[in-house]
């Protein structure tokens, strides 16, 4: 069995990695355990070079470690969802929470705790829009944040008035009035606001369906 690999440039090597599956393990995080975060990963892989035949018996020099700060929280994020349209890490809302409360924006668990007939104002990302034909206009709003998911109807009259937002928005926020039926809840939407500034570039999709 093969000694485990020492370092980035060792796994490379012996691997033979091209520049663009180097690129692709630095940009996943897949080489944390070698490098120890992500911008060393491509301050690594950035130093690896073909060796030359005649000198692949030659061991490479060691050279002095270069101090590199690891990401940020959002950085990881943002680059996850660039990579992959979702993340392992913090939830992006996890990250602007302080600015949703500071709009009086609950979480979905206060959502979720809260009686039929209670007006909240709530901010998720988008993940789903749908609006089907023997619905009668009414479009339905899947929300998302650190600790799950709201359900929001939006009547005809609403989403005709807001229909740029409501299209367009990546993170909505919904001014509005729950509703119970037994174990099932909605939002229905009251006013809504487009909030995808806050995210910063983040460049997230949701599924619509018409």
């Known amino acids: 069995m093969d000694d ?15 520049a663009r599956a180097r690129s692709l ?12 975060h992500r911008h060393r990963a491509h301050w690594e892989i950035a130093g690896v070079e073909a060796q030359l035949p ?8 060691a050279e002095s470690r270069v101090t590199i700060p690891p990401p940020t929280a959002r950085e990881r994020v943002l680059e996850d969802y660039a990579l992959f349209g979702l993340t392992l890490g913090s939830h992006p809302l ?4 302080d600015s949703l409360k500071a709009r009086r924006c609950r979480g979905s668990r206060e959502v979720r705790a809260l009686l039929h007939g209670k007006s909240v104002r709530y901010a998720g990302l988008v993940t789903m829009r749908q609006r089907p034909a023997t619905a009668s206009g009414v479009t339905f709003v899947t929300l998302e944040d650190e600790h799950g998911m709201v359900n929001v109807v939006v ?6 008035r807001q229909r740029r937002v409501l299209r ?12 119970t039926d037994g174990n099932v809840q909605h939002l229905i939407a ?4 487009d909030l995808s500034s806050l995210l910063g570039g983040l460049d997230t999709r949701s599924r619509d369906f018409r």
């Open 25 to 36: 393990l630095a940009r996943a995080d897949a080489l944390r355990g070698l490098a120890g």
């Open 190 to 193: 009251q006013r809504l606001g």
């Open 4 to 18: 485990a690999f020492v370092d980035v440039d060792d796994l490379c090597r012996r691997a033979q990695l091209d």
């Open 94 to 97: 996890a990250l602007l929470r």
């Open 54 to 61: 005649l000198l692949e018996a030659i061991a490479p020099t």
């Open 168 to 179: 367009e928005a990546q993170l909505l926020e919904v001014e509005g009035r729950v509703e």
């Open 155 to 160: 009547w005809r009259d609403l989403a005709e």
